[in-house]
């Protein structure tokens, strides 16, 4: 319900970009008159991922302008929000069409909706539904929020879904960091003490555990896993 809220929110705010008739588009014909009708084909929020998956990748470069980017944008977060894994397309996508039209210069409330639209997002993905996280998915939240600030929308330790998904993410990259000196390293910049500074800050060694033990018997696939982490990160911290 808070997720639905928000997409209210920006329609809402977006609500006074409307379409004045078509919108102007290349002239040399790469866009057919058949993919041109998609996107007046129905109101804006029934619009589907084919009716606007042609115009989101041309928008401003050679179809329309930044209002009528404003108009479709609503729906285009919905559509995201609801098909994120399907790979349409992505925050980085997003992001570079923000950029084409001068984002960081809109209205504050225009820019804040943005802002916690990707918030919401980057905290459903670690802390609400459990998630094979990589370097990819930290370089698209990446372009709009702090390394750092990430870290501390992530729920830990307190949130038990947050903490697997960390677990996991360091199960999986942790010897490649700690122990081949590969490094954390996401958009060309080595992140890895930050992450160490966030766990030693947080407690989360000492709540795995606590989950150890909670799990030896319940989920012993869950528990070899802590362990192998607690290991770990231990052993870096010496």
Excluded at 10 to 29: A, H, Q
Excluded at 54 to 61: H, R
Excluded at 91 to 119: G, R
């Amino acid at each position: 319900m808070q997720q639905h809220s928000h997409i209210e929110t920006i329609y809402e705010v977006f609500s006074k970009y409307t379409l004045n008739g078509r919108i102007d588009k290349c002239p040399c014909g790469c866009i057919s008159e058949e993919e041109e009708d998609k996107i007046y084909s129905k109101p804006l929020r029934v619009l589907g991922m084919d009716d606007l998956g042609l115009y989101c990748s041309e928008a401003m470069t050679i179809w329309g302008n930044e209002i009528d980017f404003k108009h479709f944008l609503p729906r285009l977060l919905e559509l995201y929000e609801q098909h994120r894994y399907n790979g349409w397309y992505n925050l980085i996508t997003i992001y570079n069409k923000l950029e084409c039209a001068d984002w960081k210069n809109w209205d504050k409330a225009e820019q804040d909706c943005i802002y916690k639209f990707v918030e919401n997002e980057w905290k459903k993905l670690v802390n609400l539904s459990l998630n094979d996280i990589d370097h990819f998915e930290f370089e698209q939240y990446l372009n709009y929020f702090e390394f750092d600030e990430l870290l501390i929308m992530w729920d830990i330790p307190y949130n038990s879904i947050a903490v697997e998904n960390l677990v996991t993410f360091i199960y999986y990259y942790g010897v490649d960091i700690f122990y081949r000196g590969k490094k954390l390293k996401i958009n060309k910049i080595d992140r890895t003490n930050v992450v160490l500074n966030f766990i030693q800050k947080t407690g989360f060694i000492q709540k795995l555990e606590a989950i150890y033990f909670e799990n030896a018997d319940l989920d012993t696939e869950y528990a070899d896993k802590i362990s192998v982490v607690i290991e770990m990160l231990s052993t870096t911290e010496k």
